[in-house]
């Protein structure tokens, strides 16, 4: 396993992540923002936060499937929602949890939660970033940039 998860002494303890990451692998992989849009091109979970918090853990796992790795490779989360205020986060925490039963893992990474007010599109309420770190070379299918 290339990341080691850590709650340090003296840190708060927050269910839905760690504090620390410490990552040991050879490959960075760094994925652009997921927001919640499924395969056929359209806006999952329009006006739920939840839902579309789901969605972009989905993405998320998608996009990291495709290059070898899973959320047990991540280092580093980003959470971008909009118009964020306190009552949200049990809507994140919701949408984070049925995520994680779908995948069968537990996405622990440090992450650090942003509130914005606006994304790309006005139906789109979060964009989840991540950062990865992988042993060996490349696994997926994706192409290299010239």
């Known amino acids: 396993m290339t990341i080691t998860l850590v709650n340090p002494e003296g840190?708060?303890?927050?269910?839905?992540?760690?504090?620390?990451?410490?990552?040991?692998?050879?490959?960075?992989?760094?994925?652009?923002?997921?927001?919640?849009?499924?395969?056929d091109g359209n806006t999952v979970g329009v006006g739920d936060l939840a839902a579309q918090v789901e969605?972009?853990?989905l993405n998320v796992a998608t996009a990291l499937a495709e290059v070898g790795g899973s959320f047990d490779d991540v280092a580093k989360l980003t959470v971008y929602v909009v118009d964020y205020t306190p009552d949200k986060m049990a809507l994140l925490g919701e949408g984070i949890a049925r995520a994680a039963a779908k995948l069968g893992v537990t996405p622990a990474a440090p992450l650090t939660g942003l509130g914005i007010s606006a994304l790309?599109?006005?139906?789109?309420?979060?964009?989840?970033?991540?950062?990865a770190v992988l042993d060996g070379p490349g696994r997926g299918k994706g192409s290299k940039r010239d």
């Open 11 to 39: 840190l708060p303890k927050v269910d839905l992540y760690r504090q620390v990451a410490v990552a040991t692998g050879s490959r960075l992989v760094f994925l652009a923002g997921q927001v919640s849009v499924g395969p």
């Open 55 to 57: 969605q972009c853990y």
């Open 120 to 131: 790309a599109a006005p139906d789109l309420l979060v964009e989840v970033e991540a950062t």
